[in-house]
């Protein structure tokens, strides 16, 4: 199993420090890939947790204030980048066309791009579900060769679920992977959106689930550890 944590804005250096110290005393047998902020992305390597950003430029390094490139991140040894979050979708207006961009600039690096989709709950209620997960998939991967897209990383996280304490259920995860694999069929996909230590007894149940990224558990490694474990067991 995937399990991807998504810190979001969230950690000082010195919380960063004391958080990385709990995270490494879980024992598991899942892929753990830490995404923390950029400014804390270098601060260490640790043992046996992948590394990943959450955000990249769609730009290549050079006079781009305030952006992180693709190849910076690799410097940083980033192995995984999350990309087109549905925060980033909303408050910093991100594009389909800006998220291809991203996610080519990943690839020639040797990033796996971790690609964020999902409605809102208008749109599930307008039945639109299909339609905008088409539009996400199809804008972000047409470039993309047979190879990348087998190595690509869907993330479905309904925005309605992210932060909520609400998850969709089974059924409804179900023909939502069902859907994107009709796409990628090579394709990891994973779950997002209030997943927790609570709720993975009957997540886990949907067998499609190739892995999980987590938002508010990422930050609180006692619970993930529990999460963890009921997951693996
Ligand atoms: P959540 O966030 O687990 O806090 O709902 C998930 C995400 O936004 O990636």
Same mark, same amino acid.
């Given at each position: 199993?995937?399990?991807?944590?998504?810190? %979001?804005?969230?950690?000082?250096?010195?919380?960063?420090?004391?958080?990385?110290?709990?995270?490494?005393?879980?024992? !598991?047998?899942?892929?753990?890939?830490?995404?923390?902020?950029?400014?804390?992305?270098?601060?260490?390597?640790?043992?046996?947790?992948?590394?990943?950003? =959450?955000?990249? &430029? &769609?730009?290549? &390094?050079?006079?781009?204030?305030?952006?992180?490139?693709? &190849?910076?991140?690799?410097?940083? @040894?980033?192995?995984? !980048?999350?990309?087109?979050?549905?925060?980033?979708?909303?408050?910093?207006?991100?594009?389909?066309?800006?998220?291809?961009?991203?996610? @080519?600039?990943?690839?020639?690096?040797?990033?796996?791009?971790?690609? !964020?989709?999902?409605?809102?709950?208008?749109?599930?209620?307008?039945? =639109? *579900?299909?339609?905008?997960?088409?539009?996400?998939?199809?804008?972000?991967?047409?470039?993309?060769?047979?190879?990348?897209?087998?190595?690509?990383?869907?993330?479905?996280?309904?925005?309605?679920?992210?932060?909520?304490?609400?998850?969709?259920?089974?059924?409804?995860?179900?023909?939502?992977?069902?859907?994107?694999?009709?796409?990628?069929?090579?394709? %990891?996909?994973?779950?997002?959106?209030?997943?927790?230590?609570? @709720? *993975?007894?009957?997540?886990?149940?949907?067998?499609?689930?190739?892995?999980?990224?987590?938002?508010?558990?990422?930050?609180?490694?006692?619970?993930? %550890?529990?999460?963890? @474990?009921?997951?693996?067991?």
């Amino acid at each position: 199993m995937i399990v991807a944590l998504n810190n %979001k804005s969230n950690l000082t250096k010195e919380e960063y420090k004391n958080y990385i110290e709990d995270l490494i005393k879980i024992e !598991c047998q899942s892929k753990i890939i830490l995404c923390p902020t950029f400014l804390n992305l270098g601060s260490m390597t640790v043992k046996d947790i992948h590394l990943g950003a =959450q955000n990249v &430029s &769609s730009t290549a &390094s050079g006079a781009y204030t305030g952006e992180v490139s693709a &190849s910076q991140l690799k410097s940083y @040894n980033a192995e995984y !980048c999350i990309v087109g979050h549905s925060e980033r979708r909303e408050y910093q207006k991100e594009s389909n066309e800006e998220i291809s961009l991203k996610i @080519n600039k990943l690839f020639t690096e040797g990033i796996i791009p971790i690609l !964020c989709v999902g409605e809102t709950k208008e749109q599930r209620e307008n039945n =639109q *579900v299909e339609a905008v997960l088409k539009e996400e998939i199809l804008s972000a991967t047409k470039t993309l060769s047979n190879e990348e897209k087998s190595k690509l990383i869907i993330a479905y996280e309904p925005i309605w679920s992210i932060g909520t304490g609400i998850i969709p259920t089974n059924i409804e995860i179900t023909a939502v992977f069902k859907y994107i694999k009709e796409f990628l069929p090579d394709s %990891k996909i994973i779950y997002g959106g209030s997943a927790n230590e609570k @709720n *993975v007894d009957i997540l886990k149940e949907v067998s499609l689930i190739d892995g999980y990224l987590l938002g508010g558990l990422s930050l609180k490694p006692q619970d993930l %550890k529990i999460f963890l @474990n009921k997951l693996e067991n």
